[in-house]
């Protein structure tokens, strides 16, 4: 059974290009969490999604920051334009109302990297 | 909202030893309470939860006690080995339902 799949793995940029990071949560799974992590701050829960819908945006730092998921097998977080504070690891992680949605199977995250 | 604190930021065990992390939270609703342990490079990884109905909870050589009076909550690692260094975060679901976590505990076990 696949457990949480992201994309890419690593990913270098520069300064004021778009970022996409992409999300494939555990199947039958109808929530899903996007976190960064860095050393400064720990773990932050960015935004979760209930059955494909937004629930609670308010940790996206900032309008640069956007996500998306169109289907339930998808998602996406944008950054656009990136900065180098934005270097961090993001983590996409997945959970089930059926075992309870707080139980939480995370990816194995994009390590980002802006110069 | 909820805040999760974790002490100690780390930890140095002789290996056979025990290892024990404390966490506290603020919100009294928070319900479940889960410990992750996220080796260098990798994903946290879930190694045991608890939920408020229950006091304790053992998985082998790990254990988890939540005192919701108190509203802190404690992993217990026995018979520690040098593959249990990692950082553990401790976490706490808030009345929303979302999770905050503790800043992580380095535990390294020394042979």
């Known amino acids: 059974d696949a457990g949480v799949i992201q994309s890419p793995r690593h990913e270098v940029t520069e300064m004021g290009q778009e970022v996409t990071l992409r999300c494939k949560p555990i199947s039958g799974h109808d929530y899903l969490f996007w976190y960064r992590q860095t050393m400064m701050r720990g773990l932050e829960l960015l935004i979760y999604?209930?059955?494909?819908?937004?629930?609670?945006d308010s940790g996206m730092p900032e309008d640069r920051f956007s996500a998306k998921m169109p289907n339930a097998s998808f998602s996406t977080l944008k950054i656009q334009p990136s900065e180098p504070r934005d270097s961090a690891v993001y983590f996409c992680?997945?959970?089930?109302?059926?075992?309870?949605?707080?139980?939480?199977?995370f990816g194995p995250g994009t390590r980002l990297l802006v110069l | 909202g909820e805040n999760v604190e974790q002490h100690p930021s780390t930890l140095s065990v002789q290996e056979g030893d025990s290892a024990v992390i404390k966490c506290t939270y603020s919100d009294s609703a928070s319900n479940y309470f889960p410990w992750y342990k996220q080796e260098l490079g990798k994903r946290p990884q879930l190694i045991i939860d608890i939920r408020s109905n229950v006091g304790e909870k053992k998985d082998q050589r790990i254990a988890v006690t939540l005192n919701k009076t108190a509203k802190h909550f404690s992993l217990h690692i026995t018979e520690t080995q040098p593959e249990d260094s990692a950082v553990y975060f401790c976490a706490a679901s808030d009345s929303w339902g979302k999770l905050q976590f503790g800043a992580g505990t380095q535990v390294v076990v020394t042979p």
């Open positions: 999604f209930n059955n494909n819908v937004p629930i609670d």
């Open positions: 992680a997945s959970g089930s109302a059926g075992v309870g949605k707080e139980t939480q199977y």
